[in-house]
């Protein structure tokens, strides 16, 4: 039986092979506001010549820090801008700020570690806007940690997240109205009954406004699911081979002991781009990934080769060019 499955598997990407691409990239040079020691880049999002990025400095203690940063093509540069939401008194209104685009493009802050929603002024001030993602006044079906991961505006109240128990419980695609101030759960994620729990599902969610449906790239496995509002699935996708050994569960660092898969994606109305690993993090600086362009239905439409290693993290712009992250850099990357 397995052989079937591989030569099709196969034969699925050897049909996207004359719409591979080989891509140039260059580093970006930085101008603007100076950036510290980064020791991870956590979220980042690209409209039109604009980036925002979310990191952790090297000397930090969780702590995550915005930044909003205009993309010069023409002369290669990134123009840095200052730490969005620094008080007067040195502290942060968000300790773990997440950048969700809302209505008409605007940018609003939600703070991941209780769910407090932000308005982003001029894209450079931040003010409360007395909603949150999780309020202590509103039901929910079940416990949930107070972090929320992966928001998404559907509109002015609603938005999309993923949720996670308590304890290493399950993880649910969810969704919140912060005007009646209702929670309810879209769908468990989850690829099969054996792995319940929210560590070897681990992954990202997305959201399309054009599509109103949501898609769940998954870190350990080759898997990404296309699912509405309803939570029924549409498709799933498959981009690799199965690696993930559920042995290594019971390690501490079992992530480093398995070939990791989608480990970002990013999206635009039109696509779905995953990067790809198939590799384990101490491969990242000497092995090269793919970036797949997926449509919102869940064919494969393309493939982006010689991408810069490392790659950590991606941004597309417009369907037009990405903004990566190699762990010192910002790369432009051509697009397809």
């Known amino acids: 039986m397995r052989t079937p499955i591989l030569s099709l598997f196969m034969l699925l990407l050897a049909s996207c092979t004359a719409n591979a691409h080989i891509t140039a990239n260059q580093p970006l040079t930085l101008i603007g506001n100076s950036l510290p020691p980064i020791r ?11 980036l925002w990025f979310v990191y952790e400095t090297e000397d930090g203690f969780g702590q995550r820090f915005l930044r909003k940063a205009v993309i010069d093509q023409d002369n290669n540069t990134l123009d840095v801008g200052p730490v969005l939401g620094k008080k007067s008194d040195g502290y ?30 001029n894209d450079s001030i931040l003010i409360r806007s007395k909603n949150y993602i999780l309020s202590d006044n509103g039901a929910v079906p079940f416990p949930l940690s107070q972090y929320v991961q992966d928001i998404s505006s559907v509109d002015s109240d609603n938005y999309v997240f993923v949720g996670r128990e308590p ?17 309810d759960s879209i769908r468990i994620v989850q690829l099969s009954p054996e792995l319940t729990t929210w560590l070897p599902n681990a992954g990202e969610l997305a959201y399309s406004k054009k599509y109103d449906r949501l898609a769940f790239a998954y870190r350990l496995h080759p898997i990404i699911e296309l699912f509405g509002m309803d939570g029924k699935l549409i498709r799933q996708v498959r981009i690799g ?12 660092d079992f992530e480093e002991l398995n070939p990791l898969h989608i480990v970002d994606i990013s999206v635009s109305p039109q696509n779905i781009y995953a990067l790809h690993w198939n590799f384990k993090y101490s491969n990242a600086h000497d092995t090269a990934s793919t970036i797949f362009k997926i449509d919102w239905d869940g064919n ?7 991408v810069p290693m490392p790659l950590y993290r991606i941004a ?13 850099d910002f790369i432009y990357i051509e697009a397809f």
């Open 300 to 306: 494969i439409v393309d493939r982006l080769f010689n």
């Open 241 to 252: 081979q199965d690696t993930f050994n559920p042995e290594t569960l019971d390690e501490a």
């Open 167 to 183: 304890n290493g419980g399950e993880q649910f695609a969810m969704k919140a109205n912060v005007a009646t101030v209702e929670i």
């Open 92 to 121: 942060y209104m968000a300790y773990m700020p997440y950048p969700v685009y809302g209505l008409d493009g605007n940018m609003q802050v939600v703070n991941q570690e209780d769910g407090e929603i932000f308005n982003c002024v």
């Open 316 to 328: 597309i712009s417009d369907d037009k060019f990405i903004i990566g992250w190699n762990g010192k």
């Open 40 to 50: 991870h880049i956590t979220d980042m999002k690209a409209v039109a010549d604009t």
